[in-house]
């Protein structure tokens, strides 16, 4: 019932630039965290950053200074704001919402399909 929409990647050049967004739509009562997790080959997921509803935000050591989260409330929407990309970025970028969808339920981790980032020359 619950989606999220992923658009931005793509294929950049090593110290370019992306923006990754993710739209949350369906049965929505209240979004708590979003953020963005990503896999590359041979290795497990990680966290990349994420954002409360009120705007507090997380980031891994290795994307810090150069990697910016931000949300819209009113939209459900998350975005990743990438510059200075490096090879070592290189994965599948995954969306995630924690959220529920009525208030007689708990919150729940909600998943996008995956974006492919790929930082090359």
């Known amino acids: 019932q619950v989606q999220l929409v992923e658009s931005g990647g793509g294929l950049v050049q090593p110290g370019g630039s992306l923006r990754l967004s993710c739209a949350a739509s369906?049965?929505?009562?209240?979004?708590?965290?979003m953020g963005w997790y990503r896999q590359a080959p041979g290795k497990q997921r990680e966290l990349v950053a994420t954002?409360?509803?009120?705007?507090?935000?997380n980031y891994a050591d290795s994307v810090k200074g150069r990697f910016t989260i931000s949300r819209d409330n009113a939209k459900n929407t998350v975005y990743l704001q990438m510059n200075s990309l490096k090879p070592e970025d290189t994965a599948v970028y995954f969306c995630?919402?924690?959220?529920?969808?009525?208030?007689?339920?708990?919150?729940?981790?909600?998943w996008g399909q995956g974006t492919q980032v790929t930082v090359s020359s």
């Open positions: 995630y919402a924690n959220l529920r969808t009525d208030w007689r339920e708990g919150y729940i981790d909600y």
């Open positions: 369906g049965s929505i009562f209240s979004i708590n965290v």
């Open positions: 954002i409360t509803r009120g705007g507090i935000t």
